[in-house]
């Protein structure tokens, strides 16, 4: 009996030593692998400084890199740059560059470079963002091989967002000098994964940056490809075809989940979504309608039944991860006060509308519409829902006050500086309506105006996130808007996947870290 | 015949010119441009402006479709505004994977339809018949979508035999051309079995018949080759469709085809990349119908062509 049981402790033993290092290996990251990545479109620009999508954004992050950068939290680090000053006026900034980085075409990156790239959005070429900088930035200086110094119109309290831009990505000059425009279809930066080829409407190849800078990265190889039905997104993710794939219906989630052969993410994006309501027509010019309206949604519902969950009420138009968000008491669910708000202005029966709405632009938008034009219903407000083309609805609402024909309409927006400020001011400022700025309620409140040019003028963090607090109570009282929520940027993974950049910004990357299981 | 062939080989040029003319006029009409979108949800009016003068939309529609007949006369169809890709690139790549999808749907469509067809219409009112006749009935019913992620759910996701889409080997055409194929060969079958059935009540049958051939003789020598001219017509459709325009399997499967190019580019009021793409498109209507035109000459003799 005791040789038996000393056999079986031996065996157990040697079983338990065998299986640990397999356990071990299971665990630590390795090197090499190719990463398919399942992206809902084809990216409609591969030069950063040219790039308005999701999928464009998460390609200018694998192929390059800013002075200084977002994390997962959106909060800024150092990249291309090490450290930096402020003048004391605000109106100078001064970066010490990394010595060690190469563009891909093996030119160096220096001051020089960073120069070219600012002086390209300043310039006269006019890529598709340079409004990001060139009401900022006045001139770009290069005070020694590694030193670069900005020269600010004003001081602007948000310059390091604006440089954290996706758009922002440093470029090489000599690959600009050569191909102009044609940039997109042979991009070239710093980052830890080189372009191979684009092949439009199918995928992109990426490949392995060896000598990036801040070590090699672990995928050997990247390949996105287009996947424009959701479904069969969702299903290639199931057979093992992608390790990666991007929105993802809501209803599917709690089956994926529940099966957990996938591994599912769920971020916060600050995509924010309301009802805009075009202030200069009755009876929207009453502030007692407007908010009327608000008490008359029931958003908890919305997100809860239409959105899984995967969604969160937000008091007005800035998302929770956003620079100078504040939690103000937004409208809770009473129809009751709705109607009687609605009896004080003039309207006891409620009244007629219409209400625009795209379809499969934003996340469940057609569904979100359906079910506001019923809870408005309940108070006595007939919306009549109309649909529109994504490009018909943009074309509709560029159209200038006097030939604006919108009433209600259902639109999105995201600050892509990830801060607040750019999460208000175009879309609602006094010298940003349509067809000047992205100002389609034609809203104007001179207060709150005066908040948010105040926060940009702020010399210190807390005095900014002061006024953009004001400006956020500002428009909860004075509603531009039926304000709803933002939604939740669900992403698919194999199991085998690891360390996937998943930001609020709505992007969907791999990095140096992210590696794949054999 | 060939001057016959080269006639009709000429009459493509009005009809690419008319095919232009009236998709640059359509997509013109419809609201929205190519700058807008391109300028996204932020661009200034001064952006839009600046874009539209980049691509010389600003210039008066005449003018644009002028410049553009004549380019497109040297061989350039110019780059695509979404993406500055040059257009005939994209063309030739697109055009050559359509073709690839839509011969082996077409195979994958004659092959069933002309057997389930011909075999029913010798079994007529078998179990046979009942049971390909309803299939036919389904695979014209069911939407393309729907069998196509079908095909996906079952073969790819739970199966694991064959990949949910994308391109590839072989192998990434089979559930494709299975799901484009399907409502082509219903179509094919139910046409394949009405002409057989007719061809066999004729006379010349009867005699075939009486003069002692094997009754496999009498359908595939006598019969068939009779039966095949509806059928033919049918097939040219089919096959016009599927070159034209399979675009919902395309997205289902997600593959680069003609169809997707065209759709997508409307969406993005793409201007250079319809106007390619519409060219293509009419010019393989034209030919498919050519060929099937010249086929009917091989099935019947007594077909002459000027």
């Known amino acids: 009996m005791r040789r038996v049981g000393w056999a079986l402790i031996l065996v157990l033993m040697v079983g338990g030593i065998a299986l640990v290092p397999g356990a071990w290996a299971a665990m630590q990251p390795v090197s090499g692998g190719t990463l398919i990545y399942g992206a809902g479109a084809d990216p409609d620009s591969l030069d950063p400084a040219n790039t308005d999508s999701n999928t464009g954004e998460a390609f200018g992050h694998m192929m390059n890199n800013y002075l200084v950068r977002f994390d997962a939290k959106v909060k800024i680090h150092p990249d291309l740059a090490t450290e930096w000053t402020q003048s004391k006026d ?22 020089e470079a960073v120069k070219y790239n600012f002086d390209r959005f300043l310039g006269p070429e006019k890529p598709l963002k340079s409004g990001l900088h060139d009401v900022i930035i006045k001139s770009v200086d290069v005070v020694d091989e590694y030193t670069v110094r900005f020269n600010l119109k004003a001081p602007f309290a948000f310059f390091l967002n604006n440089l954290a831009h996706s758009a922002t990505g440093i470029v090489s000059p000599a690959a600009h000098k050569k191909w102009g425009k044609d940039l997109t279809l042979h991009p070239v930066g710093t980052g830890p994964f080189k372009f191979v080829e684009w092949v439009r409407g199918d995928h992109v190849t990426l490949v392995r940056n060896d000598d990036y800078y801040e070590g090699k990265p672990r995928l050997e190889k990247i390949i996105v490809k287009t996947v424009r039905e959701d479904s069969a997104r969702v299903l290639g993710l199931e057979a093992g075809d992608y390790d990666l794939i991007v929105r993802i219906p809501p209803e599917e989630v709690p089956r994926l989940m529940r099966e957990g052969k996938v591994r599912i993410d769920a971020e916060q994006s600050n995509r924010a979504l309301r009802i805009a309501f075009n202030v200069t027509k009755k009876p929207f010019d009453d502030v007692r309608v407007r908010q009327a309206l608000n008490y008359a949604v029931d958003k908890e519902s919305i997100v809860k039944n239409i959105y899984q969950g995967l969604a969160a009420v937000i008091p007005d138009v800035v998302g929770p991860l956003n620079v100078g968000y504040a939690p103000v008491k937004g409208y809770p669910y009473d129809p009751a006060k709705a109607k009687k708000l609605l009896a004080e202005a003039g309207f006891p029966n409620g009244f007629k509308t219409t209400l625009w709405t795209p379809q499969g632009r934003y996340l469940k938008d057609y569904e979100l519409a359906q079910a506001v034009q019923q809870q408005l219903a309940a108070v006595g407000v007939d919306a009549k829902l109309e649909t529109f083309e994504w490009g018909a609805y943009m074309a509709t609402l560029r159209k200038p006050k006097d030939e604006a024909k919108q009433e209600m309409y259902l639109i999105g927006w995201a600050p892509s500086t990830g801060e607040a400020r750019w999460g208000i001011y175009p ?28 926060s940009v003028a702020s010399t210190t963090m807390k005095a900014r996130d002061d006024y953009l607090r004001q400006a956020q109570e500002v428009l909860v009282q004075d509603p531009a808007g039926i304000y709803l929520l933002a939604t939740k940027e669900t992403v698919g993974m194999s199991l085998k996947l690891h360390d996937i950049i998943n930001s609020p910004l709505e992007l969907v990357y791999a990095d140096k870290d992210t590696w794949k299981e054999p | 015949m060939l001057r016959y062939v080269l006639r009709r080989i000429f009459m493509l040029i009005p009809v690419l010119f008319g095919v232009t003319l009236v998709s640059f006029s359509l997509l013109h009409l419809v609201p929205g441009d190519p700058a807008e979108i391109l300028g996204g949800q932020e661009a200034t009016a001064a952006d839009i402006a600046r874009i539209r003068a980049e691509y010389g939309l600003d210039k008066p529609l005449v003018v644009q479709y002028l410049r553009f007949v004549g380019n497109a006369l040297r061989g350039d169809m110019g780059i695509s505004i979404a993406s500055r890709h040059p257009v005939r690139e994209l063309l030739f790549q697109r055009l050559a994977f359509t073709l690839q999808l839509s011969l082996a749907s077409i195979l994958v469509a004659s092959t069933i339809g002309l057997l389930a067809g011909i075999i029913s219409s010798t079994r007529q009112y078998s179990v046979f018949d009942t049971a390909s006749m309803l299939g036919a009935l389904f695979g014209i019913s069911m939407p393309i979508f729907w069998l196509g992620l079908l095909l996906i759910l079952v073969f790819a996701v739970k199966l694991h035999w064959l990949p949910s889409g994308g391109t590839g080997s072989l192998r990434y055409l089979i559930l494709p051309a299975i799901a484009l194929g399907s409502a082509s060969a219903a179509v094919i079958a139910r046409m394949a079995r009405a002409s057989m059935l007719e061809v066999a009540r004729q006379d010349y049958i009867r005699t075939a018949r009486a003069t002692g051939y094997r009754e496999r003789v009498v359908i595939f020598r006598h019969g068939l080759k009779n039966a095949m001219i509806p059928v033919l017509t049918v097939f040219g459709l089919e096959f016009g469709y599927m070159l034209g325009g399979a675009v919902l399997t395309e997205t289902v499967f997600s593959l680069p085809g003609i169809g997707r190019l065209l759709v997508e580019g409307i969406f993005m009021r793409d201007y250079p990349v319809v106007q390619g793409a519409m060219m293509v498109v009419a010019t393989t209507f034209v030919l498919v119908n050519l060929l099937t035109d010249v086929a009917y000459a091989f099935f019947d003799p007594r077909i002459r062509y000027e």
């Not at chain 1, 309506?433 to 005066?450: A, I, V």
Request: net charge positive.
């Open chain 1, 90 to 111: 605000g109106l100078t900034w001064t970066f010490k560059l990394r010595k060690d980085v190469k563009f891909h075409d093996g030119t160096p990156f220096n001051a």
């Open chain 1, 427 to 454: 879309i609602m400022s006094c010298d940003q309506w349509r067809p000047t700025g992205s100002n389609d309620s034609f809203y104007c409140n001179k207060k709150l105006d005066e908040l948010i040019a105040k």
